[in-house]
């Protein structure tokens, strides 16, 4: 069984759950899973963990991530994308200067209401799911982070920009955000995600390629190790002599634990992870309690 990342760039009309089920079939195993869903319509990097890394997918959903973008203005649908139903249709009498200034304005923190075609579960049940029935749920906004916006071209009806934001944001939304802010209305025409968590769509696979590599015999190549992912975290060694309790997933003591590259310890209290390693290998990521005056485990990577 393969344990580790595979970055792979998803392509438009595959779904993420497509691209996992195919994997599983050009790796030969069941232990698979992505982070981070893209719609149909997105193309880009979709990161995939395999065997133990699995393990990681709800931490690295909270990753920041980099977008590219086309908004259409003008329009508005029920998805927010150019796939919906069309909802209305606008002149757009905004001048280009217009534009980049409203685009602008959406850098920093702002509350922004989810899409009513989403994941996010309202009563035990998805979104999507109402509003595949007509149904319209009200939702509440939450905060988001736009860290940084690069306009790439303004050729209206079109705008091209890349996106620098946290998790939990909605590009559709964005578009949408911006099209209200304007009074025009606006779509998403296209999306490309080409950065998650260090991982650049520069080095991506497509499925294709990794099936290359797999009848080559050389995917191991391309298969990232499971710590690669988490290069944000503290790294820390079991002293020697007390290998047996990191093993058995016990508790250790504050002690036990030797930090690497002066680490601010302040951050561990305050609930930062630490990368625990015998030798070499990585074997667990590990919470300070603050509290008892220990390290807990959090996840254990023992599998080889």
Same mark, same amino acid.
């Given at each position: 069984?393969? %344990?580790?990342?595979?970055?792979?760039?998803?392509?438009?009309?595959?779904?993420?759950?497509?691209?996992?089920?195919?994997?599983?079939?050009?790796? #030969?195993?069941?232990?698979?899973?992505?982070?981070?869903?893209? /719609?149909?319509?997105?193309?880009?990097?979709?990161?995939?963990?395999?065997?133990?890394?699995?393990?990681?997918? /709800?931490?690295?959903?909270?990753? /920041?991530?980099?977008?590219?973008?086309?908004?259409?203005?003008?329009?508005?649908?029920?998805?927010?994308?150019?796939?919906?139903?069309?909802?209305?249709?606008? &002149?757009?009498?905004? &001048?280009?200067?217009?534009?980049?200034?409203?685009?602008?304005?959406?850098?920093?923190?702002?509350?922004?209401?989810?899409?009513?075609? &989403?994941?996010?579960?309202?009563?035990?049940?998805?979104?999507?799911?109402?509003?595949?029935?007509?149904?319209?749920?009200?939702?509440?906004?939450?905060?988001?982070?736009?860290?940084?916006? %690069?306009?790439?071209?303004?050729?209206?009806?079109?705008?091209?920009?890349?996106?620098?934001?946290?998790?939990?944001?909605?590009?559709?939304?964005?578009?949408?955000?911006?099209?209200?802010?304007?009074?025009?209305?606006?779509?998403? #025409?296209?999306?490309?995600?080409?950065?998650?968590?260090?991982?650049?769509? &520069?080095?991506?696979?497509?499925?294709?390629?990794?099936?290359?590599?797999?009848?080559?015999?050389?995917?191991?190549?391309?298969?990232?190790?499971?710590?690669?992912?988490? %290069?944000?975290?503290?790294?820390?060694?079991?002293?020697?002599?007390?290998?047996?309790?990191?093993?058995?997933?016990?508790?250790?003591?504050?002690?036990?634990?030797?930090? #690497?590259?002066?680490?601010?310890?302040?951050?561990?209290?305050?609930?930062?992870?630490?990368?625990?390693?015998?030798?070499?290998?990585?074997?667990?990521?590990?919470?300070? /309690? #603050?509290?008892?005056?220990?390290?807990?485990?959090?996840?254990?990577?023992?599998?080889?």
């Amino acid at each position: 069984m393969y %344990n580790g990342v595979i970055n792979i760039r998803k392509e438009k009309d595959y779904t993420s759950f497509d691209v996992v089920a195919k994997l599983r079939g050009i790796l #030969k195993q069941k232990k698979i899973g992505h982070t981070g869903t893209l /719609d149909p319509l997105a193309e880009g990097v979709l990161l995939v963990c395999l065997g133990n890394a699995t393990k990681l997918a /709800d931490l690295l959903t909270c990753s /920041d991530k980099e977008y590219e973008t086309v908004m259409l203005l003008g329009k508005t649908t029920d998805t927010e994308d150019i796939t919906g139903n069309l909802l209305s249709e606008n &002149s757009i009498n905004v &001048s280009e200067d217009e534009v980049i200034s409203a685009v602008m304005s959406f850098v920093g923190d702002y509350m922004q209401i989810p899409p009513m075609y &989403s994941a996010i579960k309202k009563n035990g049940k998805k979104l999507y799911e109402y509003a595949r029935e007509g149904i319209e749920i009200e939702r509440e906004a939450r905060k988001v982070s736009i860290f940084s916006i %690069n306009i790439l071209d303004v050729s209206l009806p079109e705008v091209t920009f890349k996106v620098h934001c946290s998790k939990g944001t909605y590009i559709r939304s964005l578009c949408r955000d911006i099209g209200e802010k304007l009074g025009t209305g606006a779509v998403m #025409k296209s999306l490309t995600r080409r950065e998650v968590n260090g991982f650049n769509i &520069s080095d991506s696979l497509t499925l294709d390629k990794v099936q290359e590599l797999m009848d080559k015999g050389e995917i191991e190549t391309k298969i990232l190790p499971t710590d690669s992912l988490l %290069n944000d975290y503290p790294e820390a060694h079991i002293k020697e002599g007390f290998e047996k309790a990191l093993l058995n997933g016990n508790k250790l003591k504050k002690e036990l634990l030797i930090l #690497k590259d002066k680490t601010d310890f302040t951050k561990l209290e305050e609930g930062l992870y630490v990368r625990v390693y015998l030798g070499d290998e990585f074997k667990a990521l590990y919470l300070y /309690d #603050k509290e008892n005056g220990c390290y807990k485990p959090y996840k254990m990577f023992l599998e080889k």
